[in-house]
């Protein structure tokens, strides 16, 4: 259809997405939206005053020492753990009062939310998929905006790093001109928004270093001697006739 798309940029979300938490308990940022404070202390109040079948989190996910694990990201940004700062924030736990200062962290937690859910969600459409895309980036304009025109707060002690903000801004826009590259060419096809980003280049690295004594350190006559090994395990784990191999590690694990 003539339909071409020249220098589109991605950043993969996985990525992303720890990112945009790993601000929470920094030692050098106080991410400050307008008179509200986001920060991992209101996400500790929840696990030590509900119930843990209610957020479903758990000691690590709170002291957040691994910094590259997903799986905790995730469940940070599960649906359930707003709720839970809801039902503090209303005090209507019994013995709490009213907590208004714990609304940015819910109100931060619910745009990362919309932000996974544009590559990941199992139930929203492509046209809602876009209209997370548009909220992500004009909440983020708009929160920088207003730290920027603060005579009391700064960007780079008050919002989200510099990479951080562009990554997912890139990542946003790429999601959307995927989608209408897709419906233009290829109609027929699914958009698959979730094998998007770079994870599934570094997977392959770092499956490739095991081959290898010293995991981070090959020539090119590694990769090509291994990449035939790798191809061949590879279609032993797509046949359904063959044995199932491992998970993947937990702390990878997409568990949206």
């Given at each position: 259809n003539d339909y071409v798309i020249h220098d589109m940029c991605d950043q993969d979300f996985i990525h992303n997405h720890k990112k945009l938490l790993n601000p929470l308990d920094h030692a050098n940022c106080i991410l400050m939206m307008g008179n509200f404070l986001v920060h991992v202390n209101h996400i500790q109040l929840v696990y030590e005053s509900c119930p843990v079948l209610d957020h479903g989190l758990g000691l690590g996910d709170i002291d957040r020492r691994d910094r590259q694990n997903w799986r905790s990201a995730q469940k940070l940004t599960f649906p359930k753990v707003r709720q839970c700062i809801q039902t503090l924030i209303d005090g209507a736990l019994p013995g709490t009062r009213p907590n208004a200062a714990l609304l940015g962290t819910q109100t931060y937690l619910q745009v990362v939310w919309?932000?996974?859910?544009?590559?990941?969600?199992?139930?929203?459409?492509?046209?809602?998929?876009?209209?997370?895309?548009?909220?992500?980036?004009?909440?983020?304009?708009?929160?920088?905006?207003?730290?920027?025109?603060?005579?009391?707060?700064?960007?780079?002690?008050?919002?989200?790093?510099r990479e951080t903000y562009i990554d997912v801004l890139l990542s946003c826009h790429f999601a959307v001109m995927l989608i209408c590259y897709m419906r233009a060419n290829f109609p027929q096809q699914e958009c698959c928004l979730d094998l998007s980003g770079s994870d599934l280049v570094e997977d392959f690295w770092s499956k490739n270093g095991q081959w290898v004594g010293n995991h981070h350190n090959y020539n090119y006559a590694d990769l090509r001697r291994n990449s035939t090994h790798m191809i061949r395990l590879e279609e032993i784990r797509v046949d359904p006739s063959a044995p199932e191999f491992a998970k993947p590690h937990p702390k990878q694990e997409s568990i949206w």
């Open positions: 919309y932000y996974v859910e544009i590559f990941c969600s199992e139930e929203a459409s492509l046209l809602t998929r876009i209209k997370y895309a548009a909220i992500m980036t004009h909440f983020l304009a708009i929160w920088r905006n207003s730290v920027y025109r603060d005579d009391h707060l700064k960007l780079a002690t008050n919002f989200i790093t």
